[in-house]
T-cell receptor, first 112, second 113 residues
């Protein structure tokens, strides 16, 4: 699976958009991009995924560059409850099941 | 709504005890996974199952076994708990087909004394 690079930490004011970048310059054509977040002492929460196109759901938007070498997760109106560690994961679907490999992620702090 | 539940949020056991961690999903998913999470080591896959009674070892299966008798339930067993198995245990499930999004349970924090 391709390696990802994320900034270790970011701050965002409540109510503003939080834009979390992820670099995955070695991604291959069959690899998906997934985003999860983890609030302290809880299980990881799935946010969104994409393959080639931009995606939006009720939680967030995912913007993938045309060359697929990077992506951005956008939380349109961040709240204090969005404070968490955000993980960008790139994974190919091989075999009967594919494990997830979490890197160090970005610690997002949302402030008043 | 997607739901993965784990039998306990916190568990304290003594060295040498047999420990059962239960995971149930209500999404009719074929795949189920057990991970452990430790500071500085990230998530590590212990075992996974892609069908009832089927199981495959992950990256760190030593000291653990699993059971999947029903599609919705996946159990992790510590045959003889040791202090180095103190950790956060996370269960996840996914469909077999793409994109195989994994949904996680709340986790069980196990302390072995």
């Amino acid at each position: 699976d391709a390696k990802t690079t994320q900034p270790p930490s970011m701050d965002c004011a409540e109510g503003r958009a939080a834009n979390l970048p992820c670099n995955h310059s070695t991604i291959s054509g069959n690899e998906y991009v997934y985003w999860y977040r983890q609030i302290h002492s809880q299980g990881p929460q799935y946010i969104i995924h994409g393959l080639k196109n931009n995606e939006t759901n009720e939680m967030a938007s995912l913007i993938i560059t045309e060359d697929r070498k990077s992506s951005t997760l956008i939380l349109p109106h961040a709240t204090l409850r969005d404070t968490a560690v955000y993980y960008c994961i790139v994974r190919a679907l091989t075999g009967t099941a594919s494990k997830l490999t979490f890197g160090t992620g970005t610690r997002l702090q949302v402030t008043l | 709504d997607v739901k993965v539940t784990q039998s306990s949020r916190y568990l304290v056991k003594r060295t040498g005890e047999k420990v059962f961690l239960e995971c149930v999903q209500d999404m009719d998913h074929e795949n189920m996974f057990w991970y452990r999470q430790d500071p500085g080591l990230g998530l590590r896959l212990i075992y996974f199952s892609y069908d009832v009674k089927m199981k495959e070892k992950g990256d760190i299966p030593e000291g653990y076994s699993v059971s999947r008798e029903k599609k919705e339930r996946f159990s992790l067993i510590l045959e003889s708990a040791s202090t180095n198995q103190t950790s956060m245990y996370l269960c996840a499930s996914s469909l077999y087909g793409p994109p195989r999004v994994q949904y996680f349970g709340p986790g069980t924090r196990l302390t072995v004394t």
